[in-house]
């Protein structure tokens, strides 16, 4: 499914309107202003990052990972937004002056500021139409650099090594993104009018079987970006995967931001959750009171009477149970209800079936018990939920 700006935008708005927020102590105006430029900020995080890939819900979107680093000198970020702790993700970039990113951008100020030596030649304001944006040129008298400022990493390019002018480069630096798609075993695919793969970092994360990981280089116009890619290809299910990208950031390498992705990021992001879209399946049922299978290649292995779930899944039946079953040597877990069927004269069993993801590094492995499967059902059904199973 490719996805285009404006879709991405009216979803990251239906996002924003479903997360409730709380309203001020006072009515402070500037205080107001600022929430309004971190949502237009987080918004346009969104579109980028949305821009890349449709990503599972079962992992989320894999986080844009910006690594802290040291400076002897004082010299501003390339990007600045307020200290507020509500920022989101991801952290807000610091990355000094130099030649190779002679300009700094503060979204809150709208002040541009220059290495020494370096003046401007040439800007744009709101090249793609997205509020605070701001493409720059500048020049040492030598060298012309251009800069492109959409989130906290600023996207920078020696004009010498493009064709395009600085209006035109501007105008279509967020239109023109690659397309890179990757399936775990494989080789990187990028497709894109002028974007070429440079390099491809196979398996940076060190994930073991069915999990694997790729990072990569793709490039165009001078610009790089930077991709990595998780994936777990053994699911029947579904194929949970991840996939973060960046613009190259001057003075680090992929090799840095690979290693510094796994310890960066939040843990809700980590590929080892449990996936909660469960399939209905009759591979089992209730006889008397307890599950058993329904057709060959199917072996119950273990099972627990009434599962504390929460929410309203024992509501209106005779009983529940949640089991471990193996289908044709595969494990998945069930939660098994009783409960009249529509014509209200007998009881019919119902099963859910779900899939858990191992984790990625084979001695992380443990067998989850049916309480602690039990218990990651309720964590991620909050109260309230239409329920999936009516």
């Known amino acids: 499914m490719r996805l285009t700006l404006e879709a991405i935008m009216d979803w990251q708005d239906t996002l924003e309107r479903a997360i409730p927020l709380p309203p001020p102590t006072h009515p402070d105006p500037a205080a107001l202003v600022a929430e309004g430029k971190r949502r237009v900020r987080r918004r346009q995080i969104a579109v980028l990052a949305g821009a890349a890939a449709a990503v599972a819900a079962v992992i989320g979107i894999g986080a844009v ?11 501003p970020p390339i990007a600045t937004h307020s200290t507020s702790t509500d920022e989101g993700w991801p952290p807000r970039a610091d990355i000094p002056l130099s030649d190779d990113a002679p300009m700094a951008y503060d979204f809150d100020t709208g ?13 744009v304001e709101e090249p793609t139409g997205l509020s605070d944006t701001l493409a720059v040129a500048a020049t040492d008298g030598k060298t012309t650099i251009y800069a492109y400022f959409l989130d906290v990493n600023g996207i920078f390019t020696d004009a010498s090594r493009t064709t395009k002018s600085f209006q035109t480069w501007a105008h279509d630096i967020s239109n023109s993104r690659p397309g890179v798609a ?28 069915p999990w694997d990981s790729v990072g990569a280089v793709v490039e ?8 990595f890619f998780r994936k777990n290809s053994a699911s029947d299910f579904f194929m949970g995967y991840d996939h973060a990208s960046t613009y190259a950031i001057p003075g680090q390498t992929i090799d840095d931001w690979l290693a510094d992705i796994e310890k960066a990021e939040p843990a809700s992001d980590r590929p080892d959750r449990i996936h909660i879209d469960p399939t209905q399946t009759d591979v089992v049922e209730f006889s008397g009171s ?30 529940t149970a949640a089991a471990r079953i193996a289908v044709d040597g595969r494990e998945r877990y069930v ?10 004269q007998e009881y019919v069993s119902w099963a859910f079936s779900y899939t858990l993801l191992p984790a990625p590094r084979a001695e992380d492995r443990t067998t989850v018990s049916l309480e602690e499967f039990a218990a990651r059902v309720k964590e991620h059904t909050r109260p309230g939920d239409e329920p999936w199973w009516e």
């Open 111 to 123: 002040e541009v500021t220059f290495q020494d030596g370096w003046t401007e030649v040439d800007r």
């Open 335 to 344: 939660l098994v209800q009783e409960k009249l069927g529509a014509a209200k």
């Open 220 to 227: 165009r116009d001078g610009i790089e970006e930077w991709v």
């Open 290 to 319: 307890k599950v058993v299978p329904t057709e060959d290649g199917v072996k119950v292995l273990d099972q627990l009477a009434d599962p504390d779930i929460g929410h309203s899944f024992a509501t209106g039946t005779s009983q």
């Open 182 to 209: 990757w399936e775990a075993g494989g080789t990187v695919k990028v497709r894109g009018s002028g974007w070429t793969l440079v390099r491809e970092v196979s398996n940076p994360f060190d994930y073991d079987a």
């Open 65 to 75: 990972v910006v690594p802290s680093r040291d400076s002897a000198t004082p010299d």
